[in-house]
């Protein structure tokens, strides 16, 4: 009897401790796993990206500018047929990016250069005319404004998170058929050697990018811009894999600086230089280094007044070296008109420092 006893507050006290162990895990299993779950699906990315297209696509808008263009008959070979002037209108299509509740409009300057007349057509169906505010052919952009009430807005990415390998989402009007979305993803990001603008900085994507999509937005999957359509690299002017954006950091300063001034200011040094070359660093007897050849002095200028001269070569810039041409122009570029620089150079195999006061770079022609 007292052994049957002893047995059974045995079973029943592990009982009790199993109900209770058991328990614990029951309220604490659910959540690690959801919580798993929730970071495997994360890291794995959303099965659609329709909300961020719904938050984003109706910030972008189409656009059709008017050229005239006029031709005049050149001189051709006998047997060759000559065509008539003619006088219509072409039609240039590309996209823009909805920025303020204002009706400011961010584009590329190529969508909207020397146009008569820019017609907007809104996401919703409204099509107004729109003016140009201001633009920036150095870096390829523009401003244009319309007058229309109850604006969507695109929501700002912060650039300094943008990475490699980020998806993203180009959304525009490719071969004016309609707003189009494409997906792919980051695939570089600083390209500043390209070749397209004066200054660059380019994000390179492999998201599809036609004619017609400069000047729409890419953004991220959470409908968030983090650059302006601009560019792709192709051999036959249609989609080959290699798309470029100006960072929407940049681009807002520069619309900020058009909104502000009409344009954008920026410092200027008043010299034309080359990049060095083993070619010409052989010729004036100079070991391997980094620099750029000065070629053309411009008179009263900053340079001209810092006693600059060609022939010089320039290796640094406020202590900073220098590689090529672009790192001149944007070291320069970034500085404002009155700002003091100072410059480390090379005359006739003899180092050299002197300083001298930015003036503000001529804008460039539209």
């Given amino acids: ?136 052919p150095d870096t390829d952009l523009a401003v244009i404004t319309i007058d229309l009430e109850q604006l969507p807005l695109i929501s700002i990415a912060d650039s300094n998170q943008v990475q490699v390998g980020d998806v993203v989402l180009a959304i525009g009007n490719p071969f004016g058929i309609g707003q189009t979305v494409t997906q792919g993803i980051i695939s570089a990001t600083g390209r500043d050697r390209v070749g397209l603008n004066t200054y660059e900085n380019f994000i390179q994507t492999d998201a599809a990018i036609n004619p017609g999509n400069s000047g729409g937005a890419l953004v991220n999957a959470h409908g968030e811009i983090v650059g302006i359509n601009a560019a792709i690299f192709s051999d036959s002017g249609s989609y080959q894999g290699i798309g470029f954006a100006i960072p929407v950091d940049m681009a807002l300063d520069v619309v900020k600086q058009i909104i502000e001034h009409g344009g954008v200011i920026r410092g200027w040094l008043g010299v034309e230089g080359t990049d060095l070359n083993p070619q010409l660093l052989q010729r004036m007897g100079l070991p391997q280094i980094n620099g ?29 070296m220098i590689r090529d041409t672009r790192d001149v122009l944007n070291l320069i570029a970034n500085g404002r008109p009155g700002d003091n620089i100072t410059i480390t150079g090379i005359r006739q195999r003899q180092s050299f420092l002197t300083t001298t006061t930015l003036a503000q770079r001529p804008q460039a022609s539209n």
């Fill in 1 to 136: 009897m007292l052994q049957t006893l002893h047995s059974t507050h045995f079973l029943i006290r592990w009982t009790l401790i199993g109900l209770i162990v058991g328990g614990i895990i029951l309220i604490t299993w659910p959540s690690d796993t959801h919580n798993g779950l929730d970071q495997a699906n994360k890291q794995m990315g959303p099965v659609s990206y329709a909300e961020a297209v719904t938050k984003a696509a109706s910030t972008v808008v189409s656009i059709q500018a008017l050229r005239q263009q006029v031709e005049t008959p050149a001189l051709t070979p006998p047997l060759t047929v000559t065509p008539e002037p003619s006088n219509k209108p072409r039609r240039n299509q590309g996209s823009g990016v909805i920025i303020s509740d204002h009706g400011h409009i961010l584009t590329n300057y190529h969508v909207i250069a020397n146009t008569e007349a820019i017609l907007v057509t809104l996401n919703d169906g409204r099509q107004t005319q729109a003016k140009v505010l201001g633009s920036d």
């Fill in 292 to 320: 750029v050849l000065i070629t053309d002095v411009f008179n009263n200028g900053p340079a001209d007044k810092a006693g600059l001269v060609v022939g010089d070569i320039i290796t640094q810039i406020n202590q900073t």
